[in-house]
Nanobody, 127 residues
Framework: QLVESGGGLVQPGGSLNLSCTPS????????VAWFRQAPGKEREGVSC????????KYGDSVKGRFTLSRDNSKNTMYLQMHSLKPEDTAVYYC??????????????????????WGQGTQVTVSL
């Protein structure tokens, strides 16, 4: 299981930092990702990073505003979110792929690559 933290309420244009830590295993060999789901919408990929940390991907709607990183020494991954918009409001989920393809991570929920998921943390962007 994964445990997310750092969600909350922020004004438009503000920033939040999310963290994700596994319970009972290490992330070192996993590709990891963040997904989000807004009310009435399908879950979408936000960002992912390969197990080596050498490659990241971002959804078009967050490129240039969000930064994903990982610190294997702390067994944690981070999502820095800047210039937040009301449309970023969603429950954010972290996920881990325990058998990643070399140099690859997926932003596609339907890929079914992610076998570990967190419970989600609410991010609300509003005045």
């Amino acid at each position: 299981q994964l445990v997310e933290s750092g969600g909350g309420l922020v004004q438009p244009g503000g920033s939040l930092n999310l963290s994700c830590t596994p319970s009972g295993f290490t992330l070192e060999k996993h590709a990891v990702a963040w997904f989000r789901q807004a009310p009435g919408k399908e879950r979408e990929g936000v960002s992912c990073i390969t197990n080596t940390g050498k490659s990241t991907k971002y959804g078009d709607s967050v490129k240039g505003r969000f930064t994903l990183s990982r610190d294997n020494s702390k067994n944690t991954m981070y999502l820095q979110m800047h210039s937040l918009k009301p449309e970023d409001t969603a429950v954010y989920y972290c996920a881990a792929d325990s058998n990643p393809l070399p140099g690859f991570c997926s932003l596609i929920v339907q890929s079914r690559r992610y076998d570990y998921w967190g419970q989600g943390t609410q991010v609300t962007v509003s005045l």
